[in-house]
């Protein structure tokens, strides 16, 4: 069973819409959660970093929130753009003392379409 | 700045050949990391190099994989006795230190076994 769960596993939906993306993992103690956006042939990007004791952290248009109690975290997208359709990965990142060891969701796929 | 960068973008090579796979990490990043990323799949932690500390090994799958980082530079990991389980994007990522708290990927590189 994967450590870091994201749900759903894909999503459509139009233009202008908001849309949440969810994070349950199991990972513990953890170090950061990061959402990373994943363009189809690329890399993936960072969007938001948060540690244990932030609730929330926002970068434009991308909201992020955690709750280490129940070990969620959700990535809220306003206004979605054509733009916004990729890949969107959670990941927790655990630091082991040599190293820091990151366990990748399964990614939820974004299509926003006219 | 120039990002991180990975070659070939595509390798498409037959069963049981080896592949050699390179990444150039941005410049000045002490910390360099290879993920697998198989069709559905997260993310795969594979190897770790941060200075000139022994490399963190423990997500290579078979003794076919290795990896290397000269100059604390430019790694290559290469894959031996290539099998059609290998297929999947290799990505590279690149941070400043150890806990980050950024990682950079590069492109990727889709590897195809046939």
């Known amino acids: 069973k994967n450590q870091v769960e994201q749900s759903p596993q894909s999503l459509i939906i139009l233009e202008g819409k908001n849309c949440t993306l969810q994070?349950?993992?199991?990972?513990?103690?953890?170090?950061?959660l990061r959402w990373y956006k994943q363009d189809t042939g690329r890399g993936p990007v960072s969007l938001t970093i948060?540690?244990?004791?932030?609730n929330t952290k926002s970068n434009g248009r991308y909201t992020a929130t955690l709750d280490a109690d129940t070990k969620q975290s959700s990535l809220h997208i306003t206004a979605s753009q054509l733009s916004d359709s990729a890949s969107y990965i959670c990941?927790?990142?655990?630091?082991?003392?040599?190293?820091?060891?990151?366990?990748f969701g399964t990614g939820t796929r974004l299509q926003v379409t006219l | 700045g120039a990002g991180v960068s990975q070659s070939p973008s595509n390798k498409v090579t037959e069963k049981g050949k080896d592949v050699e796979l390179r990444c150039d990490p941005i410049?000045?990043?002490?910390?360099l990391y290879w993920y697998r990323q198989s069709l559905g799949q997260g993310l795969e932690f594979l190897i770790y190099?941060?200075?000139?500390?022994?490399?963190?090994k423990s997500g290579l799958p078979s003794d076919r994989f290795s990896a290397e980082r000269t100059g604390g530079s430019v790694s290559t990991l290469t894959i031996q006795r290539t099998q059609q389980e290998d297929s999947a994007v290799y990505l590279c990522?690149?941070?400043?230190?150890?806990?980050?708290?950024?990682?950079?990927f590069g492109p990727g590189t889709r590897l195809t076994v046939t």
């Open positions: 990522a690149s941070s400043l230190r150890r806990e980050g708290p950024e990682q950079y």
């Open positions: 190099f941060q200075g000139n500390s022994a490399p963190d």
């Open positions: 410049s000045g990043h002490t910390a």
């Open positions: 994070c349950n993992y199991t990972v513990s103690p953890f170090s950061n």
């Open positions: 948060m540690t244990f004791s932030e």
């Open positions: 990941v927790v990142v655990l630091n082991t003392g040599t190293a820091s060891k990151l366990t």
